[in-house]
């Protein structure tokens, strides 16, 4: 039995008032549970406007979007609440609590979740993310980065079957990444499909395994993450330990950071 895509954009093209081109044309997309979609291009290529076609904060002028099964043409991005979940690309869009473990427990206690799971996810992800020490702390009161790792925090709070992130790692230091991208590894062992726009080669190599690119609004590619980065078409380029195992040629363009340390590591001692 076929299962229903717990996201589906078909023909989807949404215009802005006064724009002499649509932000996205006729665009079709389905993402599976457990899936996870990297939105690849350039800046403009429509990767924010389909994330926001996804969670009915724009409305397309042709086309149909449906979450888990459900179409949100009628829809306003609060009845999508208990399925999906949105961290924008600005923390600050979205971050108006006074201590981040509330900023974390907003979300599921407005679905009525219970104290003590509101508590253990709360817990889970404060130490997942790093955020233990700064629980009590007022949001506002932390670097930018540390705002960013709040805000997907809370997004994750309410467990969304579809988790949406705008530039999830941007800013972020080495230690910072890697945080995200377990959490996205996460999410998707549990079920939830994700779909992040992203410039990091490196998330979408490590932890999403299919890349969408966008270019002028349409779909111009999309196929496995490994094969679609690093080609003319994608935005971003190839990730340094990519890129050094093809110059290497310890094997193809898509290598993860783990299978190109194998791969020297067995080499250093065919030669020992």
């Known amino acids: 039995m076929e299962l229903t895509p717990l996201l589906g ?19 079709s997309l389905e993402v599976a549970a457990g899936e996870g979609v990297a939105l690849l291009g350039a800046n ?6 389909l994330l ?14 449906e979450v888990c099964g459900r179409p949100t043409a009628a829809l306003q991005p609060e009845d999508l609440a208990d399925v999906a979940g949105y961290a ?8 108006f609590e006074r201590t981040v473990r509330a900023e974390l427990a907003f979300g599921p206690r407005q679905l009525g979740r219970s104290s003590e799971r509101i ?33 997907l925090a809370a997004t994750m709070a309410s467990e969304p079957r579809l988790l949406l992130l705008d530039e999830p790692t941007a800013g972020l230091d080495q230690a910072g990444r890697r945080l995200v991208e377990a959490a996205v ?25 299919r890349a969408v690119v ?28 990519a890129e050094l195992a093809t110059r290497l040629g310890l094997g193809g363009a ?19």
Request: contains cysteine; positive net charge; proline residues 7%.
């Open 9 to 27: 954009l078909r023909d989807v093209t949404v215009r802005y008032p006064g724009a002499g081109a649509p932000a996205l044309a006729q665009a």
């Open 44 to 49: 403009g290529a429509g990767k924010t406007t």
């Open 52 to 65: 926001r076609s996804a969670m009915a904060l724009v409305r397309p002028a042709s086309g149909t979007v």
């Open 88 to 95: 924008f690309q600005n923390p600050e869009d979205q971050l």
């Open 119 to 151: 508590a253990a996810v709360t817990a889970e992800l404060l130490d997942a993310l790093g955020l233990a020490e700064y629980a009590e702390t007022h949001p506002y009161d932390l670097p930018a980065p540390r705002r960013r790792l709040v805000a």
């Open 185 to 209: 590894r996460r999410a998707r062992e549990r079920g939830a499909a994700v779909v992040a726009v992203t410039h990091d080669a490196d998330l979408a190599l490590e932890c999403l395994d």
């Open 214 to 241: 966008l270019a002028a609004g349409r779909i111009a590619r999309e196929g496995p993450a490994r094969d679609v980065l690093g080609s003319a078409a994608a935005v971003p380029a190839l990730p340094p330990t």
């Open 254 to 272: 898509g290598m993860t950071r783990g299978a190109v340390a194998a791969a020297l590591a067995a080499r250093c001692r065919n030669r020992a």
